[in-house]
């Protein structure tokens, strides 16, 4: 047993013993690799805003939306819109995207020029590409304006060659140059059509001369554009040519009716947005605005952008005629051969397509005549008491100002009710009245007209917190709603049309009604929206102007009927369109952001 004992210790001993001997096994330390860190690129984002049409105008503002998806495609940016419900809404969508950070911002149309620049000149670092304006200057606005009067000379050529019943028609959305340089160039083609084959073919619709003609008031309606063109139909047109986004829709469902006629497409090839009514489709007047719009956001990508305005033309490949592929094969050899050589004459400068300058007319001089204009004062920004000074002020009063400054006159104006307003001025106890008076013929039997001097939209006064409508329609539908609007006029009548008698609440004046609607006592105020647009600026935290239009007119001053004013004035208002007066005041009083209270 000892003996055993001590073989056991000397063997644990000895274990132990080489086990400190050994030498330690040392790990190989594991080295983690940190994967390097790929931050993703900023994506190139291009942000549209739209005119009023929409997005899906089948015109400028799909051709504008059409460069930026060519840019998606071929250079994996991406691409945003915001559409344009009215025009209070031009300023806060540029806003909106100046916020989120975009590339390049693509203002489309006309309209949104001044909000525009205004956003342009606080930021200049941001791109601006607009479309359908030509005259701004700024290191960061690329304007644009297309000579589409070269386009529509072809189709107007096209036209006559192709009517059956020796006259055709045109109508725009509203009398603005981007509008009717197209119906120019229409007219004069089908004037040049006359003079080299010997026909007489007419032209309903425009007046080239004295730049007047047809127009729905919008570019959104298509129920409008169906009305003039029936109205054309019936006076034995049976080409039409449409310039405003959607009202044209109207013409093509009206002839697809009838089965009969063809339409003139503009902007786009419209056998391809309207391909189930290629039938009626002679041809498009192309105006690239997809390619303006493609070039532009490739030179902000590679930095080449700069400021100015682009020309498109037929020369460079911006301006085009193209024919409806459905009936393409109607139209003879000969004609598209004369077609195509009008196209080099207009490159050459050998065919003018535009109207020839007039000389300059002479305005008659007045010699001081004192005329009496009568005004409500109660008609913002029309006319109104300036709280802040307690004097009369409006656009009535710079308007007549400007004219009487050109015609050597006096205005002496007249607060007069305006309910006793049209009756008093037709009894000739007025030389004549302001006030944003609509063009009626029930008016015109007892009053004479000067020229339209304004397009108007009817639209809906609301709480600037009103979320249970946003139409007429919805209006009508809900029993518990009251509309307000003034007594005695096209407002009224309108109402009148939609809601039953007990359902509208008649003031003598829109303030009334304006107050009426700010207490709660009225759901909403139906108004004309320049004048809506002055209220918003009196009360912008308390009222909005919303929905669609409910009806376009032509607002005019009144006299007695025979009067010799009429002439005259009608030729200083076509002076002061010529020579900026009139956009400088309708800039003035007729912006969102105008407002007539007191100063603080």
Known sequence: MKKLALLLSFLIITGLLLAACGGQVEETPVVVEEPDVVEEPDVFLACQVTDVGGIDDKSFNASAWKGVEDAIAEYGIEGKFLESQQQTDYESNINAFLEEGCNIIIPVGFLLADATAAAAEANPDVPFVIVDVNWLAADNIMGSGFAMNEGTFLTGYLTAGMTETGVVGTYGGMNIPPVTVFMDGYVLGVEYYNEVNGTDVKVLGWDVVGQEGNFTGNFESTEDGRTLTESMFDEGA????????????????????????????????????????????????YKGIDKFVFDQIKAVMDGTFTGGNFAGDIANGHVDIIYGHAVEDQIPDELKAEIEALKAGIVAGEIVTSPVPVEAVVLPDLGGQVITIAVENAYVPYNYIDPDTGEPAGWDYDVWAKICLLLNCTPDFKEVSWDLMIPAVSEGQYDAAGDGI???????????????????????????????????????????????????????????????????????????????????????????????????????????????????????????????????????????????????????????????????
Request: charged share 25%; proline share 4%; net charge negative.
């Open 438 to 600: 609509t063009i009626t013929e029930t008016r015109a039997e007892i009053v004479d007209f000067s020229v339209g001097y304004m397009a108007i939209e009817m639209r809906l006064l609301v709480r600037i917190d009103e979320e249970r409508f946003d139409s007429i329609e919805q209006i009508v539908a809900d029993d518990t709603l009251k509309l307000g609007t003034q007594t005695g006029t096209t407002n009224y009548e309108t109402a009148a049309t939609y809601l039953p008698e007990e359902r509208i609440q008649a003031f003598d004046t829109f303030p009334f009604a304006v107050q009426a609607l700010i207490a709660g006592d009225l759901d909403a105020v139906i108004i004309d929206e320049t004048a809506g647009l002055g209220y918003m600026g009196e009360n912008s935290d308390k009222v909005m102007v919303v929905g669609p239009s409910m009806s376009s007119d032509l607002l005019g001053f009144i006299y007695p009927l025979g009067s010799e004013l009429v002439a005259p004035v009608d030729l200083a208002i076509a002076e002061m369109w010529a020579n900026g007066d009139m956009d400088e005041i309708n800039a003035v009083y007729f912006d969102p952001g105008f407002e007539v209270k007191p100063a603080e």
């Open 238 to 285: 049976d080409i039409f040519m449409p310039v405003g986004g959607q009202i044209g829709a109207g013409t093509l469902a009206l002839l697809e009716d009838f089965d009969t006629g063809y339409l003139i497409g503009v902007d786009r090839d419209w056998t391809i947005d309207y391909a189930t009514q290629a039938d009626y489709i002679l041809a498009s007047a």
